[in-house]
Nanobody
Framework: QVQLQESGPGLVLPSQTLSLTCTVS??????????WNWIRQSTGKGLEWMGA???????YYSPSLKSRTSIFRDTSRNQFSLTITSVTPDDTALYYC?????????????????????WGQGTQVTVSS
């Protein structure tokens, strides 16, 4: 069974770069045709899809975050990572990595929480000085 585990710093200073890693076990991130995603949830807000990296290494970003976000992978470690530059307190959230298990390639499919069958437990990130 595929399992996901997020890791990263709990606290980041404003204007710095946030880096998170998702370690995958029980399956390969190169297996077609899955996509591996980053999703976050801020206090009082709904889930926000941030972006994905497909099984072939192609990234796909939310338009609203594309300018500050990068998603890449390390196939030797079976991990994929997220970086966000120039963070602000608005980036404070619980960050999840998740495997999209339902079909659909439209952006709305990625934004639908029902598309994801496997989630990590989440890691809290606070942006504060």
């Amino acid at each position: 069974q595929v399992q996901l585990q997020e890791s990263g710093p709990g606290l980041v200073l404003p204007s710095q770069t946030l880096s998170l890693t998702c370690t995958v076990s029980g399956g390969s991130i190169t297996t077609g045709y899955y996509s591996w995603n980053w999703i976050r949830q801020s206090t009082g807000k709904g889930l926000e899809w941030m972006g994905a990296i497909h099984y072939d290494g192609t990234p796909y970003y939310s338009p609203s975050l594309k300018s500050r976000t990068s998603i890449f992978r390390d196939t030797s470690r079976n991990q994929f990572s997220l970086t966000i530059t120039s963070v602000t307190p608005d980036d404070t959230a619980l960050y999840y990595c998740a495997l999209k298990t339902k079909d659909g390639t439209a952006e709305r499919d990625y934004r639908d929480a029902r598309s994801y069958g496997i989630w990590g437990q989440g890691t809290q990130v606070t942006v504060s000085s």
